[in-house]
């Protein structure tokens, strides 16, 4: 037998006598039954003020949690639980605090139903103005609410593409044709419910249901679906996006197939670039190169958050047994690319040793050092500087250091495919050329 | 053998998928963001959701509400967006709501740097809270842990229905290591336990012989109710004060009484020796390779790693620095665990060794440490 009403027994309304809330409340009842749903067919989900109490007061799924973020746990609710009508009830007061979700979730266009319970004030905490209070209301805020322009909600959503949109009295008869129009729309509807709050505000302000039925008057002409914002829901598009992406394969490893030149001990690398080199995938494929010798690896970076611009330094470590520590403070190869990573590395290259290579591209100036420099001319190479850091494993390669080819070359495999493959591998090639 | 050259983040997502996560959502922020981009590979293909919310404060709300629906839900950040989630991590705290929230650490305060590693968020991770309630964090030393410790933090939150932190670094999150990827160590999964049928359901009543209520899922068959206000057994708000402190206590004792059981550590403690070594995190392989190096000198050091850093493992402590005379706790920032160490440790001497500078403590300032 259908529900009479959804209502919970076991906490009936409490709202203050007059309270528009008390209305909307029995409303939303009538239209659930109306509706024909279950309890178990309806979450409710609320937040913090006195529309806060919905979710107690109704005998459905209820979620009611911190203030404006209501829209959150809706959003994912319906997400997780599709058959489920999600309801969401919020006062003025979290439509201000929770505005980059509410225009979230026009634009996200969830199948989930907003009600903003408009009574122009923060009720709890004693009438302070909220983003909906008039310029000319007298509040708890003192002077601040004539300085802010109230929030016209139906002109917001609109705009950020909410495609049902409506404007109410919690006083005309036909507020549950409207509320039921949203809960089924598919999509997210948004209702703003105008009321009293006899509480805090009416006894300060000139307010009453004829004025605001007068007021809403001409916004309600627009309520309804709005064409322009009309699409498929959230839910029904993301299970449709993401039916279509290929799953990823576990990862596969790489088998050693190779000997390292440098059989035993640990051999480590500086690279010292600029960020647009490519440095980070130059230090990946080193990595995959160790592994492909049976070696363990590891690669740790630096960089600046700016993109294209500044250092961009990668450090590996090669070992037969397991790495610790993964800074470097002596390596064996410096690959001095750019300027940018040798000054960030500025204090190193004093401390290298004599039996330390370092790769410098020409043009690189290098701080002081008695290591071995090797000067590699990338650009008579005819390398573009996006494959100088490819380029300086390709040399260290040829100079049987670290890497061997071979390791380089099934690296290279691993990674890419197609166009790229064949790119890096004219870059390995153009080295192995080149007269150095 | 087959390695695979893989960060610590995604590590991570791989130990989520594996742990059964059916939902992320989170916010790209350095150096979080790859584990969001591997979710985000991982999760859809297979019928999982995965959502970038307008904010750190929407991801946070997102993954409460699937919470409650029954999945399992992921979400990664760093130090900022911890600040952000804060009111969401006290709601999940004081409503007992499963998840797993990732912070990749980088040095603070504030925005700080993005891009430099740091373990700052040590003691803001326990108290990030309102209430001051606890919270379980775990540690992971590299990208193997970072794999296993997930699927021991989906477990503990479905155990103990919490929020559980993984306390990475950039150092870990973003440095790339070879993984014997099938070998790694795959706990058994744990599962939230489904309210029996034919009784009715006290949300936030204990399970008998237990101090974790039974759930029931939003939209499930059966009415769930969840709420971030105070409440009694029966999800209503309550100001009794014999409700209020039933709850509120029962949190902190289901998580801080059965600590011994989920105290993840490596132990490698050294006969005759004076020091321990005690860190975590990164600072770890640091310590690893100075006390290995020191034992090559013939020096007696004993090194412990926790795995487990709230809530402090207590027994474990004192067991680990049983026999030594001096504890040195190694970690990225300028004491925060040293502290913890010192209250449960009265009886020895506790010294930090530590910095706030971006750069991974080395080695030789360990052994010059032990060597003091």
Redesign the interface.
């Known amino acids: 037998m259908p529900e009479t009403t959804l209502l919970n027994s076991q906490r009936p309304p409490l709202f203050c006598p007059g309270c528009s809330h008390d209305s909307v409340l029995k409303v939303l009842d009538k239209v659930f039954v109306n509706m024909g749903l279950a309890a178990n067919q309806i979450c409710m989900v609320s937040d913090i003020g006195c529309s806060g109490l919905f979710d107690t007061f109704f005998n459905t799924h209820a979620f009611h949690g911190v203030h404006g973020r209501a829209l959150t746990y809706a959003t994912a609710m319906k997400l997780c639980r599709p058959e489920l009508n999600v309801v969401v009830t919020m006062g003025d007061g979290g439509l201000g605090i929770g505005g980059a979700h509410v225009l979230s979730a026009c634009r996200r266009n969830a199948d989930i139903t907003l009600l903003v319970l408009n009574n122009f004030n923060f009720g709890m905490t004693g009438g302070q103005c909220s983003a909906t209070t008039p310029q000319d209301a007298v509040v708890g805020s003192g002077f601040l609410n004539r300085l802010d322009l109230p929030l016209d909600l139906q002109k917001v959503a609109r705009a950020a593409g909410a495609p049902y949109v409506a404007v109410a009295s919690t006083y005309q008869k036909d507020l549950g044709a409207i509320l039921r129009e949203a809960i089924e729309y598919k999509g997210f509807s948004v209702v703003e419910i105008q009321g009293l709050c006899p509480g805090r505000y009416t006894k300060r302000n000139q307010i009453s249901p004829k004025s605001i039925a007068e007021e809403i008057a001409p916004a309600q002409e627009f309520n309804g679906e709005v064409k322009e914002n009309v699409r498929p829901d959230y839910g029904q598009a993301y299970r449709a996006q993401a039916a279509a992406q290929r799953k990823v394969p576990r990862p596969a490893g790489l088998q050693a197939l190779y000997k390292p030149p440098q059989e035993d001990g640990r051999q480590t690398v500086m690279l010292l670039g600029a960020a647009g080199q490519r440095a980070i995938t130059a230090g990946e494929l080193a990595g995959m190169a160790g592994l492909l010798a049976g070696l363990q690896v590891t690669q740790k970076n630096e960089y600046n958050i700016t993109v294209l611009r500044g250092p961009s330094i990668t450090e590996l470590i090669f070992s037969a047994t397991p790495i610790d520590y993964t800074g470097i403070t002596q390596p064996d190869v410096v690959l001095a690319l750019a300027p940018e990573g040798v000054e960030r590395r500025y204090g190193v290259f004093a401390q290298l040793p004599s039996q330390t290579l370092v790769i410098r591209a020409a043009g690189v100036e290098l701080p002081e050092t008695r290591a071995q420099v090797e000067t590699v001319d990338f650009k008579a190479l005819g390398l573009n500087k996006l494959d100088w850091a490819l380029g300086s494993l390709a040399v260290m390669a040829k100079m049987n250091k670290v890497i061997s080819r071979e390791m380089l070359q099934a690296a290279l495999e691993a990674r890419f495919r197609g166009k790229v493959l064949e790119a890096s591998n004219q870059v390995v090639d153009k080295v192995y050329a080149g007269a150095a | 053998?087959?390695?695979?050259?893989?960060e610590g983040n995604e590590a991570i997502a791989?130990g989520a998928f594996d742990a059964g996560c059916q939902?992320f959502?989170g916010y790209p922020i350095?150096p979080a963001t790859s584990i969001y981009s591997a979710m985000l590979?991982?999760l859809?293909?297979?019928?999982g959701?995965v959502?970038q919310?307008?904010?750190e404060?929407?991801s946070?709300?997102?993954?409460?509400?699937?919470s409650?629906?029954?999945?399992k839900a992921l979400t990664a950040t760093s130090g900022p967006g911890i600040s952000l989630y804060s009111?969401?991590i006290s709601?999940a705290i004081g409503s007992e709501i499963p998840l797993v929230i990732v912070n990749v650490q980088r040095l603070g305060p504030s925005t700080g740097s993005?891009?430099r590693g740091a373990d700052g968020d040590i003691q803001f991770m326990r108290w990030s809270n309102t209430g001051g309630l606890p919270a379980i964090v775990l540690a992971p030393v590299d990208a193997a842990d970072c794999y296993t410790l997930t699927i021991h933090a989906f477990n503990l939150s479905e155990r103990f229905r919490c929020p559980v932190f993984i306390a990475s670094n950039k150092?870990i999150g973003?440095?790339?290591?070879?993984?014997?990827?099938?070998a790694l160590e795959k706990p058994a999964l744990v599962e939230r336990v489904v309210a029996p049928e034919g009784q009715p359901y006290l949300p936030f009543r204990p399970s008998p012989d237990s101090e974790v209520p039974y759930f029931l899922?939003?939209?499930?068959?059966?009415?769930?109710?969840?709420?971030?206000?105070t409440h009694g057994e029966n999800g209503?708000?309550t100001t009794s004060p014999a409700e209020i402190s039933a709850q509120i206590e029962r949190l902190e004792r289901k998580l801080v009484s059965a600590v011994d059981s989920y105290s993840f550590h490596e132990a490698d403690l050294s006969a005759g020796a004076d020091t321990l070594v005690l860190t975590y995190g990164?600072s770890a392989?640091?310590a690893?390779?100075a006390v290995?190096e020191l034992r090559g000198k013939g020096q007696a050091v004993s090194l412990a790693v926790l795995k487990t850093l709230w809530p402090v493992p207590t027994a474990l402590l004192r067991q680990l620095a049983q026999g030594h005379k001096r504890v040195l706790v190694v970690e990225m920032n300028l004491g925060q665990y040293s502290r913890e160490v010192q209250r449960v440790l009265t009886g020895h001497e506790v010294q930090h060794v530590g910095q706030m500078d971006g750069?991974?403590i080395?080695?030789s300032q360990i052994k010059e440490a032990v060597h003091a």
């Open positions: 053998m087959a390695l695979t050259l893989m791989w939902f959502a350095t590979q991982l859809p293909p297979e019928g959701i959502l919310g307008e904010d404060i929407a946070m709300g997102y993954c409460l509400g699937a409650m629906c029954g999945h009111e969401h709601f993005a891009t150092e973003l440095t790339r290591e070879s993984v014997d990827f099938d899922p939003i939209g499930g068959e059966r009415i769930s109710r969840q709420t971030s206000s209503y708000i990164v392989r640091a690893r390779q290995n750069v991974l080395k080695p």
